[in-house]
């Protein structure tokens, strides 16, 4: 134990033997540290909004449909009537309302959109507009003219990629043309199943995303109008999108989703069953940046590596007098170790505090992304333009652990090298 | 009998550099009782330093039977040896090798914290060698504060503190003035004569020599002399072996 104190004052007092040196060292690593935490913050604060936005411009944290639906995309495969109100009536429960955020049922379909000047195929998404607000972002990015209410059934909202297309704007007429829907097992149960059917709408909001596949094909209806044209009755719809406070809860909830309707034909997703492409995105960029980071960590653990062993190599007689003295090589190795691991710690002090610094300035006032693009950002960038870092407890206690084991490792190689030291050559004066 | 605080017998040393062979001992014997001071000298190459680290266990021998405070260097391990060199043995180098960031307290008692010995018992025994050696207020200075000659009487008191059998001094007044090197000489003949731990030193140095006990010159590896000359109350040796 004493001399485990001893080791350890030797090692802290050999750290300044060369004050520049160590300090310019523990900056680098420190550097490292905080280059890290950085951009882990942004990479998950970039995801997190990505999702966000991914999910309220798709079909939620979770969504519940008819079994069959995310393989097929088949109109007719709908959600029996019952099944919409169970899933209401169990997020209504005590213990989910308060991980819910929004709930909002849909019924999806195609059909064609026709204006004097020309057509085009669309995706209809009949809605229950006050739902729909709390779940998707297509509300929020109206350009011109307002989003659908309740008493206007004949309003439609497009994105302005079709409206450019159809050459229409606020108050023109279009004519929705589509198939009604069937009426076996949990399709429509009545209606004029395969008959052409079109209705008059007035277009009376236009909205963009940014997304060219949403501005150019998604169009909304009020949910009784879209009923009404394709037939269905009962309240069926094609799928009840949820959005949830926090994301990380969509396991969850799904989960308890599919206990709940057990025995139904219906299939209940989380975003990343539903919109798998944007997982395999966000996991390629985690991958990236990982590997990134490595590279980064190993440029500063190489300099490292280098600035330690220097250090030994220079203390070579030193070490053999403390060798010749009676200091075990054990000892010796512990002595650099410990001179490492001291040196790691102020870099890690250093890289903490630089690193939450910059984490908390572009956590509260975020990474304008519109300073890393001279002419305006790019038409397709459907995101807030401002990345906010979210960087969470764990991802610091694992970056911090990281970044202190491989101190350790490094130290090990000049720590061998010092309990190597070979008596008496290394007592020769030069 | 008496037990020899050193005992060598035909012990040789040979160095290889590749294909060169440079012999540095060549069939060295000799006895030291315990409480000599002893100086070994020659010219450069002769073997006084490689004679010092095999009786230091710092170096091991080709052949030859080595005692060192009664124990057979040949049979020990290097876990061994470094623990004889804890306890039973002190060594002084030619450029004192102080661990620069200590102080010379924490110097001296060093090894006595490597044998675990409690604090208020080291800096008992280390400021009463202090003020017996001279270097009593300076116990808290680093080596670069102190003065070459100070340095190496915190060496010595490093060496001496541990109470070792036997001192090993490799030139240890080369890096200092006449003055400073009389002074260090009448340290460790002061230590060597009220402690009773024998001392062995490497010099060049005629005045160490004329203060040295017995004078053990080696010429190419081979002891060229052996004589005693002090009236130190130790036996009067012939060339070769003591009596």
Redesign the interface.
């Known amino acids: 134990m004493t001399s485990a104190l001893l080791l350890v004052k030797l090692s802290w007092r050999n750290l300044w033997r060369n004050p520049r040196g160590t300090l310019l060292t523990a900056v680098a690593l420190g550097l490292g540290l905080a280059l890290l935490l950085v951009s882990l913050g942004l990479l998950d604060g970039g995801h997190e909004q990505t999702i966000a936005d991914g999910v309220r411009f798709g079909p939620g944290h979770v969504v519940v449909q008819a079994k069959g639906y995310q393989d097929t995309n088949s109109n007719e495969l709908l959600l029996p009537a019952q099944v919409v109100s169970a899933v209401e009536a169990f997020l209504q429960n005590g213990i989910m309302q308060p991980l819910v955020k929004g709930v909002s049922p849909r019924l999806l379909a195609t059909g064609l959109l026709s204006s004097a000047a020309n057509a085009s195929g669309v995706r209809i998404m009949g809605v229950i507009p006050k739902n729909e607000r709390a779940v998707s972002l297509i509300p929020q990015r109206m350009i011109a003219g307002a989003y659908l209410n309740n008493d206007k059934l004949s309003g439609v909202v497009i994105g302005d990629d079709l409206a450019r297309k159809l050459e229409v704007k606020i108050g023109s007429k279009v004519v929705l043309m589509t198939q009604a829907l069937g009426q076996t097992g949990t399709k429509t149960t009545q209606g004029a199943g395969d008959q052409m059917q079109s209705t008059l709408l007035r277009v009376s909001g236009i909205f963009r995303t940014g997304l060219q596949a949403v501005d150019a094909n998604i169009i909304q209806v009020a949910l009784p109008a879209a009923q009404t044209l394709l037939g269905v009755t009962d309240g069926q719809v094609t799928q009840i999108a949820l959005l949830l406070e926090r994301e990380g809860d969509s396991p969850l909830v799904a989960k308890a989703l599919r206990r709940q309707l057990v025995g139904n034909p219906v299939e209940v997703l989380t975003w990343r069953e539903s919109i798998p492409m944007l997982a395999q995105i966000l996991g390629l960029d985690h991958a990236f940046n990982y590997i990134m980071n490595g590279v980064i960590l190993a440029m500063v653990g190489l300099g490292i590596l280098n600035t330690i062993l220097m250090r030994v190599l220079e203390r070579r007689y030193e070490f053999g007098v403390c060798k010749a003295i009676g200091l075990r090589p054990r000892q010796l190795a512990l002595m650099v170790i410990g001179e490492s691991l001291a040196l790691a710690t102020i870099s890690l002090a250093l890289g903490l505090a630089l690193g939450l610094s910059i984490d908390h300035y572009f956590a509260s006032s975020g990474l304008d992304l519109r300073l890393l693009f001279r002419t305006g950002l790019p038409p397709a960038l459907v995101f807030d333009p401002i990345l906010y870092s979210r960087l969470s407890p764990n991802r610091i206690v694992w970056s911090v652990s990281i970044v202190f084991m491989m101190a350790t490792i490094i130290s090990l190689y000049p720590a061998l090298k010092a309990a190597r030291t070979e008596l008496p050559d290394a007592l020769k004066v030069l | 009998m008496t037990e020899w605080a050193v005992e060598l017998k035909g012990v040789k040393k040979t160095y290889r550099t590749g294909p060169i062979e440079v012999p540095a001992l060549r069939g060295i014997s000799l006895q030291i009782a315990p409480g000599e001071f002893v100086a070994t000298a020659g010219p450069s190459g002769s073997g006084k ?1 490689t004679l010092l ?1 095999i009786i ?1 266990g ?2 091991r021998a080709d052949a030859g039977e080595m005692w060192v405070a009664g124990q057979n260097l040949q049979l020990l391990s290097s ?1 061994e040896l ?2 004889l ?3 039973r043995i ?2 002084v ?3 004192y ?1 102080l ?4 102080t010379a307290l ?1 110097n001296a008692e ?2 006595l ?7 208020h018992k080291r800096r008992e025994r280390v400021v009463k060698l202090f003020s017996e050696i001279g270097l009593a207020g300076l116990e808290d200075r680093r080596p670069a504060e102190l003065s070459g000659g100070q340095q190496q009487r915190v060496a010595v008191a ?2 001496m503190v541990t109470e070792p059998a036997l001192i090993l001094a490799d030139e240890p007044t080369a890096n200092l003035d006449s003055a400073t090197a009389i002074a260090l000489l009448d340290v460790m003949e002061h230590l060597n004569r009220t402690t009773g731990t024998t001392f062995i030193f490497s010099t060049h140095d005629p005045q160490v020599m004329e203060r040295a006990h017995r004078m053990i010159r080696l010429q190419d590896g081979q002891i060229a002399s052996d004589v005693a000359r002090a009236a130190t109350g130790l036996p009067l040796k012939a060339e070769g072996v003591a009596v």
């Open positions: 330093t680290n230091g710092l170096d876990g470094a623990s060199r804890l306890h002190g060594f180098f030619q450029t090798n661990l620069p960031v200590l924490e060093f090894t914290l490597l044998q675990g010995m409690p604090a490093r060496a």
